[in-house]
């Protein structure tokens, strides 16, 4: 949670976290720009020709011990005719954290909103 901000003598904005299980001791001031995603909701299956080759996206990439959101760029598509169970298109991914690039589907992909 955001506890405060600031603005640093270079103009650039910084807040005060707290992340949840940790105290005021573990405080951190984060700049804004670089550490703060805006918000991001899960694309709907009418929404996959809204994925464009070279776009951002935030992915869920699942192992075995967790599953976390990581933004990523879309390196292809293979778009696909939808059926009862909605969007059936291929997504090529890579992953701006550690490179790794995998194929997923529309629902492990949320738009990043502003």
């Not at 976390?68 to 598509?77: G, P, R, T």
Request: proline content about 1%.
């Amino acid at each position: 949670m955001f506890l405060s901000h600031r603005v640093t003598s270079s103009g650039e904005t910084e807040v005060c976290v707290r992340f949840v299980g940790f105290g005021a001791e573990e405080d951190e001031w984060v700049n804004v720009k670089k550490a703060v995603r805006g918000r991001s909701i899960p694309f709907e299956h009418s929404e996959c020709c809204k994925v464009m080759v070279g776009g951002l996206v935030l992915c869920l990439q699942e192992r075995r011990d967790q599953s976390i959101y990581y933004d990523a760029h879309v390196l292809e598509i293979e778009r696909k005719t939808h059926d009862i169970r909605g969007c059936r298109c291929l997504f090529f991914i890579r992953y701006d954290h550690d490179s790794s690039e995998e194929t997923v589907r529309l629902r492990r992909l949320c738009r990043v909103l502003g």
